[in-house]
């Protein structure tokens, strides 16, 4: 008999055979009987690390329209992925650029022209990446579009607008 129970608790089996831990699920059971059972504990979702929703972006969504397979919603993604790119936050615009970056991927060369666009109007820090990788597109339109943004870019930085200024009627 006492070979046994020495066997016993080598192996992690308590006294008579009992697991360790029937204690803490002996309380755990008597608590719930009593009425205090764990429907008082608070949902995970309302604890500060555990149970943390995801923040689900703005470019999330697009990123995920982007992946439609209807066009119209591609190219809707792409005009309002050009909106976002106007942002006042450099994350935001970074992040975005990347995500056009990827949608110059896609299939139809319609939404690539498009995508050049939206890059052209984009900080060239961010985007002249995205547009160099476009000039290897195998659509010709594409490429002409990128050396048509380019010049586009570099045609108002040169000669910016003149300010809306009113001369004075004497």
Excluded: W
């Amino acid at each position: 008999m006492d070979n046994f129970l020495h066997r016993a608790t080598r192996h992690g089996v308590g006294v008579a055979g009992r697991p360790p831990l029937l204690g803490p699920l002996c309380v755990l059971l008597a608590l719930t009987a009593a009425g205090c059972g764990l429907r008082t504990i608070p949902p995970i979702r309302y604890l500060p690390i555990l149970g943390k929703e995801k923040q689900v972006t703005t470019t999330d969504v697009l990123v995920r329209a982007l992946n439609d397979r209807d066009v119209s919603m591609r190219a809707e993604a792409v005009e309002l992925l050009g909106l976002l790119a106007t942002s006042p936050d450099k994350g935001t615009r970074k992040d975005v650029a990347s995500v056009l970056g990827s949608a110059l991927k896609d299939v139809d060369p319609g939404l690539r022209l498009q995508v050049v666009e939206e890059l052209g109007r984009m900080d060239p820090k961010l985007a002249n990446k995205f547009l160099n990788r476009a000039l290897k597109d195998p659509n010709p339109f594409v490429r002409g579009m990128v050396l048509q943004v380019l010049e586009a870019r570099e045609k108002q930085r040169l000669n910016p607008q003149p300010a809306n200024t009113q001369a004075a009627v004497p």
